[in-house]
């Protein structure tokens, strides 16, 4: 079993930046990609990005693409979401989750571990 647990959102301005780790407490990933996904209020949760086990492939949405960046010290068994340039329509709680296979890294089908969410509020 792969716990994960996401830190570091909080309130920032528009234009701000945060990182958010996801961390595995106890045993590793398992040889795991790792995804972001994130809700915002009455809508369905979306993909954000996703890295694979050994972080050479990476995979983005288009709203995030050239702000956000994906990357994971398997070593310290964490995975970071660095985001920049963020506007009002980033603001979610975010959620880093497991899954086995790469193919298809970008449905939230196949995350079987997710963590319990990091609220990001961007606002003047």
């Known amino acids: 079993q792969v716990q994960l647990v996401e830190s570091g959102g909080g309130l920032v301005q528009p234009g701000g930046s945060l990182r958010l780790p996801c961390a595995a407490l106890?045993?590793?990933?398992?040889?795991?990609?790792i995804g972001w996904f994130r809700q915002a209020p009455g809508k369905e949760r979306e993909f954000v990005a996703a890295?694979?086990?050994?972080?050479?492939?990476?995979y983005y949405a288009d709203s995030v693409k050239g702000r956000f960046t994906i990357s994971r010290d398997n070593a310290k068994k964490t995975v970071y979401l660095q985001m920049n340039s963020l506007n009002s329509e980033d603001t979610a709680v975010y959620y880093c989750a497991a899954r086995l296979t790469w193919s298809r890294a970008w449905s939230i089908d196949g995350y079987d571990y997710w963590g319990q969410g990091t609220q990001v509020t961007v606002s003047s």
């Open positions: 106890g045993r590793t990933f398992g040889n795991r990609a």
């Open positions: 890295i694979s086990w050994g972080g050479s492939s990476t």
